[in-house]
């Protein structure tokens, strides 16, 4: 048996996983085709154990939604109420949801039916209780989570789905044990991609490829922008012949006009108008692996500095996307690109890029290598990123982006399409 079958507990895998995607629990219930294998998430638990014992760490309480489909599989939109993933130091792996969604996790997770719990449905959205206080009160029953002195228990303080209230239920419910921030453990876990993750990321860059392609071609003078939004969302979902697409963690942003020099804005129902750049940004997602890209469209003729700052970011994706390579670190992409930008009179303060892989809404980055002077992380194969050269200027913007693989060779491009400056 390998260490990967034993997830560092000298229990078999089995005893903690359905082994096949047809197995069938106890109460009749069959997981969904199309989860992770139970092989990778038996190697990314063992990762996880890994970096638990060289903390001391009791327990780690996962409630990031990327995070849980990453070690169990599950997959549902149930995220907006509590949730959580509790993986002690040693034994089973415990998920708690919604009672409601426990079925849902019986279709989706590589757990056995005995290590889902839901909790009653009094507790949602109540002011006086909350789930995690029952979260936590059937956690210790089941020893999952230890309430004793000197237990360290890590909980995923920056996660988008964990409030405070969820927080101060589980300290009261863990009164003798330690409460510390996790600092992203599993997510730095994740950053280093499997091949079986590579090949998916390929997939959701062929997606992406599509949608642009979609977006570029609707952008058109007198077309309401919702309407294009709405063949760019029908394009993410249909994905290609071979691969459906998936729901991306992100809606397509389409700023366009004055607005297109502020990022992150979404559609509205007024119409494209002649004279303005429209800046696209949306992604590929497929099995929730994510392939981000961005692009502009002028219609009409573009003003001088957005063509000459246009033509410099097509001439400087290839060279960057060239410094990405294996042994360097993030922040020497970042002066590589930033010192060619200066020669141009032009400056950027934000990042350049950052980790992708698995997103669920509300982002699909991995929150934790980014592109910028002060990243000391060594890049090595199998590491994913969104190099994105946003330049957000005052009444205009322009946006270039590639969603790259790290490989032993260098970088790999995940779509394929022109580099440049689109207008008509």
Same mark, same amino acid.
């Given at each position: 048996?390998?260490?990967?079958?034993?997830?560092?507990?000298?229990?078999?895998?089995?005893?903690?996983?359905?082994?096949?995607?047809?197995?069938?629990?106890?109460? !009749?219930? $069959?997981?969904?085709? =199309?989860?992770?294998?139970?092989?990778? *998430? #038996? +190697?990314? %638990?063992? @990762?996880?154990?890994?970096?638990?014992?060289?903390?001391?760490?009791?327990?780690?309480?996962?409630?990031?939604?990327?995070?849980?489909?990453?070690?169990?599989?599950?997959?549902?939109?149930?995220?907006?109420?509590?949730?959580?993933?509790?993986?002690?130091?040693?034994?089973?792996?415990?998920?708690?949801?919604?009672?409601?969604?426990?079925?849902?996790?019986?279709?989706?997770?590589?757990?056995?039916?005995?290590?889902?719990?839901?909790?009653?449905?009094?507790?949602?959205?109540?002011?006086?209780?909350?789930?995690?206080?029952?979260?936590?009160?059937?956690?210790?029953?089941?020893?999952?989570?230890?309430?004793?002195?000197?237990?360290?228990?890590?909980?995923? !303080?920056? $996660?988008?789905?964990? =409030?405070?209230?969820?927080?101060?239920? *589980? #300290? +009261?419910? %863990?009164? @003798?044990?330690?409460?510390?921030?996790?600092?992203?453990?599993?997510?730095?876990?994740?950053?280093?991609?499997?091949?079986?993750?590579?090949?998916?990321?390929?997939?959701?860059?062929?997606?992406?490829?599509?949608?642009?392609?979609?977006?570029?071609?609707?952008?058109?003078?007198?077309?309401?922008?919702?309407?294009?939004?709405?063949?760019?969302?029908?394009?993410?979902?249909?994905?290609?012949?071979?691969?459906?697409?998936?729901?991306?963690?992100?809606?397509?942003?389409?700023?366009?006009?004055?607005?297109?020099?502020?990022?992150?804005?979404?559609?509205?129902?007024?119409?494209?108008?002649?004279?303005?750049?429209?800046?696209?940004?949306?992604?590929?997602?497929?099995?929730?692996?994510?392939?981000?890209?961005?692009?502009?469209?002028? *219609?009409?003729?573009?003003?001088?500095?957005?063509?000459?700052?246009?033509?410099?970011?097509?001439?400087?994706?290839?060279?960057?996307?060239?410094?990405?390579?294996?042994?360097?670190?993030?922040?020497?992409?970042?002066?590589?690109?930033?010192?060619?930008?200066?020669?141009?009179?032009?400056?950027?303060?934000?990042?350049?890029?950052?980790?992708?892989?698995?997103?669920?809404?509300?982002?699909?980055?991995?929150?934790?290598?980014?592109?910028?002077?002060?990243?000391?992380?060594?890049?090595?194969?199998?590491?994913?990123?969104?190099?994105?050269?946003?330049?957000?200027?005052?009444?205009?913007?322009?946006?270039?982006?590639?969603?790259?693989?790290?490989?032993?060779?260098?970088?790999?491009?995940?779509?394929?399409?022109?580099?440049?400056?689109?207008?008509?």
């Amino acid at each position: 048996m390998s260490p990967a079958d034993r997830l560092g507990t000298g229990t078999p895998v089995a005893d903690f996983l359905v082994t096949d995607h047809h197995d069938t629990d106890p109460a !009749g219930l $069959s997981r969904r085709a =199309g989860g992770p294998p139970v092989a990778e *998430l #038996a +190697a990314r %638990l063992l @990762r996880v154990r890994e970096r638990m014992a060289e903390q001391s760490l009791a327990a780690l309480v996962v409630t990031d939604p990327a995070n849980i489909y990453y070690l169990v599989g599950y997959d549902a939109w149930s995220f907006y109420t509590p949730q959580c993933l509790v993986v002690p130091a040693r034994g089973a792996p415990a998920l708690f949801t919604r009672a409601m969604d426990a079925a849902g996790a019986s279709y989706t997770a590589a757990l056995p039916s005995a290590q889902i719990h839901g909790y009653p449905e009094a507790l949602v959205h109540r002011p006086d209780r909350h789930p995690f206080d029952w979260i936590t009160a059937r956690a210790v029953e089941l020893g999952v989570l230890p309430d004793t002195g000197h237990a360290i228990v890590a909980v995923e !303080g920056d $996660s988008a789905f964990f =409030g405070a209230r969820g927080y101060l239920a *589980l #300290a +009261a419910g %863990l009164q @003798r044990a330690q409460l510390i921030d996790s600092r992203e453990l599993v997510n730095w876990i994740r950053l280093v991609k499997s091949p079986y993750e590579q090949d998916l990321l390929r997939i959701a860059g062929q997606i992406a490829t599509q949608a642009m392609a979609t977006a570029i071609e609707a952008v058109q003078i007198g077309r309401r922008q919702c309407d294009v939004a709405a063949e760019i969302v029908a394009a993410q979902v249909r994905g290609t012949p071979e691969h459906g697409g998936d729901f991306p963690a992100i809606v397509p942003l389409l700023p366009t006009g004055e607005m297109a020099g502020t990022p992150h804005l979404t559609w509205t129902d007024e119409p494209f108008e002649a004279g303005a750049a429209t800046t696209i940004e949306l992604a590929g997602a497929y099995r929730h692996y994510h392939a981000p890209l961005a692009r502009t469209v002028m *219609l009409g003729s573009p003003p001088g500095p957005l063509r000459s700052t246009a033509a410099l970011l097509a001439d400087l994706m290839p060279s960057t996307i060239a410094a990405l390579r294996p042994g360097v670190t993030g922040g020497q992409v970042h002066r590589f690109f930033d010192t060619e930008l200066r020669r141009h009179g032009l400056r950027k303060e934000s990042r350049i890029g950052y980790s992708i892989g698995i997103g669920y809404p509300p982002d699909w980055g991995e929150r934790t290598v980014s592109l910028r002077t002060d990243e000391s992380t060594v890049l090595t194969a199998g590491m994913a990123f969104h190099l994105i050269f946003g330049m957000w200027m005052d009444g205009w913007g322009y946006e270039l982006s590639e969603s790259v693989l790290i490989t032993p060779d260098g970088a790999e491009r995940l779509t394929h399409l022109p580099q440049t400056l689109t207008q008509r």
